[in-house]
């Protein structure tokens, strides 16, 4: 009997066809209401959607057939991932088919801003001749710089080259080895910002980019420089970007992507030297034949017992393995979120090791949880149980696991090493009875408890006072502690002092805390 498909929003007809051709029936049915997607969708293997249709709980729950979601395109915000991961169905995207087609729109906004098209277009239009108004600069000598060397970033990269670019990059989760096949040079943000005549914003939004360009950041650069964001809203401080470009401290921006979309209104759209466009950057006819395919392809492969490439979440695992590993999913999570956010220069190899009794089970959850933290905040895909390997891969990491039946001090533990430029970050972590416990940071021994929210880590001197300077300086910021725990390696030589905090730190406040006499380092995480 052959698979069912239904087809919920509107794809590339490359797309159904391929669907059609692999012995599917096809039923394209669309502008669904909620109640008739529930009443319908249990006759079905496989659905596919775009961003209109929405696949909650309870349609999955009424899919007593259905095998496999299909999402064309990379985001998966209106399915109910954890619904299907439940009832064991798969969910799929197609997130490198729009690749292209984001770096053209980047290159195409690049040559835009420095040629000033969307301006004189309008000027001639409106009946005017003025060429000299829009004299514009040439890109070949020209410094580009992008933040973010994810896919985007890396052929926005390559593209650059081509057109006799300089290209400097920064994206502490690349390693130099692959930088230099792209002929990037690496550096900090800092410098990224001061030396770049051009910059591409290519990261994803998380907590730790939010309002990553912000006034500091875009007073760093050159009068002359332009911006770039086709990535994301949100990454970009639009209020201190439209004041640096009307205030001329800048020389122009250019927008596909806003904080709140539809954009209409937004103050970016109101200067003549910020080029904007309806993010358009997966907007071409060939990128929604691409996912159209790719997501059909997915789903074919699924529907024939063959493995996929683009899982959004994990496949069933084997009951024994699961119960006994589950607990330390989150150990092994938390283990690279804070050792991503420890660590300082350009990573280079990336090390995982298990000791107790979870090194004789197979691992690869727990190497996937590992991964996860440690590109959680700069992937562009999520990382799950079948791509975790392939996005390493992608960014050229080098991941080395180890396994030892025993610790000196506890009965199973997770660690992570990073090998980077400026030297090496370890973080350990175990499970206790209340959750995931931190014990091992930098060489340290501490505990961390489980906690939502902040955390403060100085390394500092072992001395008396420490402890009271930086909790007097909290407390004059107003920010309350919840807990705190110091690591040393002997008497009055240098410590640990870990401090839990209910809310954030500005960065003036960091800065602050980072001036007191006797603190050698100061950085606030979050897990």
């Not at 839990?500 to 897990?527: N, P, W, Y």
């Amino acid at each position: 009997m052959a698979a069912r498909v239904l087809v919920c929003d509107p794809i590339a007809e490359d797309g159904v066809k391929a669907l059609e051709e692999s012995g599917a029936e096809v039923d394209v049915r669309l502008g669904m209401s909620p109640e008739e997607l529930i009443s319908a969708i249990g006759e079905y293997d496989g659905v596919v959607v775009r961003s209109e249709t929405k696949i909650p709980a309870e349609a999955i729950a009424a899919a007593k057939k259905l095998q496999i979601i299909g999402r064309a395109g990379i985001g998966v915000d209106n399915i109910d991932v954890d619904a299907a991961t439940t009832r064991g169905v798969l969910v799929v995207n197609a997130p490198t088919g729009n690749i292209i087609s984001a770096v053209e729109h980047t290159i195409a906004l690049m040559l835009a801003l420095a040629r000033n098209i969307p301006q004189a277009n309008a000027t001639l239009r409106g009946g005017k001749w003025d060429r000299k108004r829009f004299m514009g600069v040439e890109l070949r000598g020209k410094t580009l710089g992008i933040i973010g060397l994810g896919q985007v970033g890396s052929e926005v990269a390559r593209r650059a080259r081509g057109l006799e670019m300089e290209v400097v990059g920064y994206d502490p989760f690349l390693p130099e080895e692959r930088a230099r096949v792209l002929g990037v040079k690496m550096v900090p943000l800092e410098d990224l910002l001061r030396e770049s005549d051009f910059i591409g914003v290519h990261t994803t939004l998380s907590e730790g980019t939010r309002g990553l360009i912000g006034a500091e950041q875009l007073a760093m650069m050159k009068p002359s420089a332009r911006i770039i964001n086709t990535a994301r809203g949100g990454i970009i401080d639009e209020e201190a970007l439209y004041q640096a470009v009307e205030e001329g401290r800048i020389a122009g921006a250019a927008v596909d992507v806003f904080s709140k979309e539809p954009a209409v209104g937004n103050k970016l759209t109101e200067s003549d030297r910020i080029v904007v466009t309806p993010h358009l950057g997966a907007s071409t006819a060939e990128a929604q034949e691409r996912v159209a395919v790719d997501v059909a392809k997915e789903i074919i492969a699924h529907l024939k017992g063959e493995p996929v490439r683009y899982a959004v979440n994990a496949p069933l695992i084997p009951p024994e393995t699961l119960s006994f590993l589950a607990p330390y999913v989150d150990v092994a999570l938390k283990t690279g979120l804070l050792a991503q956010q420890l660590h300082e220069g350009q990573l280079k190899d990336v090390q995982i090791e298990y000791a107790g009794e979870i090194s004789q089970h197979d691992v690869t959850l727990l190497k996937v949880a590992v991964i996860r933290g440690l590109l959680s905040s700069i992937s562009e895909e999520p990382v799950n149980i079948v791509n975790a390997d392939l996005i390493a891969q992608r960014r050229g990491l080098n991941i080395d696991e180890h396994k030892h039946t025993s610790h000196e001090m506890y009965s199973n533990l997770v660690g992570v090493r990073l090998t980077t430029s400026d030297g090496e970050t370890t973080v350990s972590t175990t499970l206790a009875h209340d959750g995931a416990h931190v014990v091992l940071v930098n060489g340290y021994w501490v505990d961390i408890p489980p906690s939502e929210g902040y955390l403060l880590v100085c390394e500092n001197e072992d001395r008396p006072g420490m402890i009271g300077a930086v909790g007097t300086i909290l407390g004059d910021f107003n920010v309350n502690v919840s807990f705190m725990n110091v690591g040393r390696h002997e008497r009055r030589g240098l410590a640990l002092m870990v401090l839990a905090l209910d809310e954030a730190l500005t960065g003036e406040q960091l800065k602050k805390v980072k001036e007191i006499s006797g603190i050698f380092s100061a950085r606030l995480v979050r897990l």
